[in-house]
């Protein structure tokens, strides 16, 4: 093993998965056990369950699953060493000198490093000759000295291999330039800059690191905004601009903007709470983030068409996570750049303090979209409204909402709210018709871990069982060891399985899943998971055991085939001796 049991056991110690779980998502706690809704998947009805005796999660809706390990693989894109060292410094734990080299941890550590010497270049060049047409861009846009600085902005000089030149120099190799996305190689083999004559903005992780870039061209017909592709220590999905400064601030709001220039106009002002999406719209998991810095997010989106779609969007994965969502009401500036630069940073934040509510928002929307001085448009109106309120969870919040549509429409309020549970009784429903059909289709759907699974099912639930039996029975080891070999398995996966476990039982003094997280990928640890949480109420004997056994010894592959290839003489003469043989 890279770490001994004890060590591992003294990780997971530290780190209760509990604990780790809650610093992501709402747990409610059943029993011995705690639900919430997965951080893996969008849902509205729980269906996660975190194991408090096994230390183990399991999603019974997308089959995410696995221990604390697992987890922070998931959650943070983290490879298994680095999960390791990140859970050991939660915990406070040093981790044993004896460790393995990790491959991708190298690649992702050398990425760090050319995209530091790559932020390093652009910053210089910025302040260079060469930078003139960058300096005059951010002096246009009002930066000070003190925040390009900050932000460490710079300038991509209009040069196809400025960039690479410099990095060849500083002993990187191209391949390690086009992993990290900086430079890229085209049908003829030629290696370029990817950035040129573009402003940049270095997009900064919550550990100080450049884990990717932006940047805006100046002229050309090039796309105004370009960012980093995904690469080994960047994905877009998860990571927010200028978090690694609002996570600082001590206030329990955080303002969403739409770009760069919003967010660092918006913080020279003073604001540090402020963060953006790179170049996409908002995510779920960009939502979940957000959700564990602050209780309340103030959208700060464009006034135009495009901000407002984008604004709705925002409010409903914002209002998922189960933070308060406002939004600030701009007029007479397209954006809070616009608006800062024309009425400074004290009317900015008379505007925050001022913002509206996103159910208000949304129903300004409607009422706007409507014409309710006409029966049609005071109906279509209605019905979209009581759409909007019957989102909400508290029964006091809808009682004020529809007492605010009914002044708006004027009707009377209790016509509205036998709407509005008409409306619930019917989203219940198919909200649980679907949440089924999810489930339906995930159970329906390859088995990629197992594809062996498949083709043999009873085999596969027979090999599911011991495996199941044995993690739940470590001292029982040797009985079934006794009994049945790795070699007997069918299905390739559960054989992987059922030797590790078997191998973890015997060099560790006490079992758990999380001695298996070094040998397996977080989708094969939820599959492990899955076979522990779907069987662990289930009674499974030491007979269960002998018959499970059983349906494995008995196994032939001669005779599976495919039905549809017709059998050759030879294969048939094979079949009738090993039947012979049987009996």
């Not at 050319?114 to 270049?121: L, M």
């Not at 308060?324 to 630069?341: H, L, T």
């Not at 448009?377 to 989102?391: N, P």
């Not at 492990?528 to 009674?539: L, Q």
Request: proline share 2%; net charge neutral.
């Amino acid at each position: 093993m890279a770490f001994s049991d004890d060590f591992i056991y003294q990780l997971r110690l530290g780190n209760p998965i509990e604990d780790l779980f809650s610093s992501y998502v709402s747990l409610k706690r059943r029993g011995t056990t705690y639900t919430c809704l997965c951080p893996f998947h969008s849902e509205k009805t729980p269906s996660c369950t975190v194991y408090v005796d096994t230390q183990s999660f399991y999603c019974f809706g997308c089959g995410a699953g696995g221990d604390v390990i697992t987890f922070v693989e998931r959650i943070e894109n983290l490879s298994y060493i680095e999960s390791v060292k990140y859970l050991a410094q939660r915990a406070g734990i040093d981790i044993p000198d004896n460790s393995i080299n990790d491959k991708s941890a190298h690649i992702k550590a050398r990425t760090l490093e050319i995209n530091r010497e790559t932020a390093n270049f652009y910053y210089k060049t910025l302040l260079s000759g060469a930078g003139a047409p960058g300096r005059a861009y951010f002096k246009s846009r009002c930066l000070s000295a003190a925040t390009i600085k900050k932000y460490g902005l710079g300038y991509a000089p209009d040069n196809w291999n400025a960039l690479h030149d410099h990095l060849i120099k500083s002993g990187f190799t191209e391949d390690e330039m086009i992993e990290a996305c900086v430079c890229r190689k085209n049908s003829n083999g030629r290696i370029y800059d990817v950035f040129r004559n573009r402003v940049m903005f270095p997009i900064i992780d919550l550990r100080g690191n450049v884990i990717a870039f932006g940047g805006r061209i100046l002229s050309g017909d090039s796309a105004k905004y370009i960012n980093s592709s995904d690469t080994p220590v960047f994905k877009k999905s998860r990571n927010l601009f200028s978090l690694n400064f609002a996570k600082n601030s001590d206030s329990k709001r955080l303002i969403l903007a739409e770009g760069y220039m919003d967010v660092i106009t918006i913080n020279q002002a003073g604001f540090e709470n402020v963060v953006a999406t790179l170049g996409t719209s908002l995510t779920s998991e960009q939502a979940r983030i957000m959700s564990q810095y602050a209780s309340e997010i103030v959208i700060a989106y464009d006034s135009d068409k495009a901000g407002v779609a984008a604004t709705q969007r925002a409010i409903n994965l914002l209002t998922a996570v189960g933070v308060s969502v406002k939004i600030i009401n701009m007029s007479g500036a397209k954006d809070p750049d616009e608006y800062i630069k024309k009425f400074g940073s004290t009317k900015f934040r008379l505007l925050l303090e001022q913002s509206g509510d996103a159910v208000n928002f949304q129903l300004d929307k409607c009422k706007a979209e409507a014409d309710i001085s006409t029966e049609a448009g005071k109906v279509d109106y209605l019905r979209r409204a009581i759409g909007i309120i019957a989102e909400l969870t508290d029964p006091i919040a809808r009682d004020v909402y529809i007492s605010r549509v009914s002044r708006d429409a004027d009707i009377n309020t209790n016509v509205l709210h036998i709407q509005l549970e008409s409306t619930l009784k019917k989203r219940s429903l198919i909200q649980k018709k679907k949440e089924w059909k999810t489930i339906e289709t995930s159970l329906n759907m390859p088995d990629t871990v197992n594809p062996d699974s498949v083709k043999y099912p009873k085999q596969n639930k027979a090999e599911e069982y011991i495996i199941s039996y044995l993690m739940k029975n470590p001292d029982k080891l040797e009985h079934i060891t006794s009994v049945i070999s790795t070699d007997e398995f069918v299905t390739a996966f559960n054989k992987k399985v059922f030797s590790e476990v078997c191998k973890a039982i015997k060099e560790s003094t006490v079992f758990s899943v999380s001695l298996l997280s070094e040998f397996f990928d977080s989708s094969q640890m939820g599959k492990i998971c899955g076979i522990e949480a779907k069987n662990r109420d289930k009674t499974i004997t030491e007979q269960t055991i002998l018959d499970c056994v059983d349906v494995l010894k008995n196994f032939n592959a001669g005779f599976v085939y495919n039905n549809e290839v017709e059998l050759s003489d030879d294969d048939l003469l094979k079949i009738q001796q090993q039947l012979k043989n049987k009996k």
